[in-house]
């Protein structure tokens, strides 16, 4: 059984503080890994995705990947209230023998900038 | 970026009606799509797993009889709630890939209320 695990929160930041978002997985096998935002009521949206170790910025995201470690992690910088919403880790590994490839979600975090 | 499209964003049916859902990939070919369910202030569920062309694969719990899904072109997934109950409200989302270890794309969701 894959999984994906992340701390439900909420995490609350002040604003123009770093907030910092965190995932492990336990397939070592997982081969690409995807950050999404979901505002209450809406569906989610890929906000970030990243496939080699080490870091990715876009902007006032980065993503981090520690393949060694089976732990990504989403840091946003500068937080406005706007950012408020749940953030989604999923994590993309092959299934043995079947040759698809399986996405598997974590419960999310909440995540709640304060003015 | 790639663009799914959902349609009804919101439906009200009466008890015992069905309901059709429509997913499309506008700028991609979609080989698998997925559809979710949420309930208010919980996790995605993901229900079942739509390939082009062959049967969808269902989770645990979900059933087929109930939620028909059919994956006809590259582009188009539909899930159909058959004798909807007061139960069935929730909040449907479908998302579609493409390839191997390309993003998860998210339509909009379909917010469901039987009466």
């Known amino acids: 059984q894959k999984e994906v695990e992340q701390n439900s929160g909420p995490l609350s930041v002040p604003e123009g503080a770093i907030a910092s978002l965190n995932c492990t997985y336990s397939?070592?096998?997982?081969?690409?890994f995807f950050w999404y935002r979901q505002y209450s009521g809406k569906s989610p949206e890929l906000i970030m995705f990243?496939?080699?170790?080490g870091d990715k910025e876009d902007g006032r995201f980065t993503a981090q990947l520690n393949k060694a470690s089976q732990y990504v992690s989403l840091l946003i910088r500068d937080s406005q209230p706007s950012d408020s919403a749940t953030y989604l880790c999923?994590?993309?590994?092959?299934?043995?023998?079947?040759?698809?490839?399986?996405?598997?979600f974590g419960k999310g975090t909440k995540l709640s900038v304060i003015p | 970026g790639a663009v799914v499209s959902q349609h009804p964003s919101r439906v009200i049916c009466k008890s015992g009606t069905s309901v059709k859902i429509e997913c499309r990939s506008l700028d991609f070919q979609a080989t698998t799509m997925f559809w979710y369910r949420q309930f208010p202030k919980q996790s995605l569920m993901l229900m079942a797993t739509?390939?082009?062309?062959?049967?969808?694969?269902?989770e645990q719990g979900v059933e087929k009889d109930k939620f028909l899904i059919n994956h006809a072109s590259l582009t188009l997934s539909t899930l159909t709630v058959t004798s909807a109950h007061p139960e069935d409200s929730s909040f449907y989302i479908c998302?579609?890939?493409?390839?191997?270890?390309?993003?998860?794309?998210f339509g909009n969701g379909t917010r469901l209320t039987v009466t």
């Open positions: 990243i496939y080699s170790n």
């Open positions: 397939d070592r096998g997982s081969q690409s």
């Open positions: 999923a994590v993309n590994s092959r299934n043995s023998g079947a040759g698809s490839y399986q996405l598997t």
């Open positions: 739509s390939n082009e062309g062959s049967k969808a694969t269902y």
């Open positions: 998302s579609a890939r493409g390839l191997g270890n390309s993003p998860l794309h």
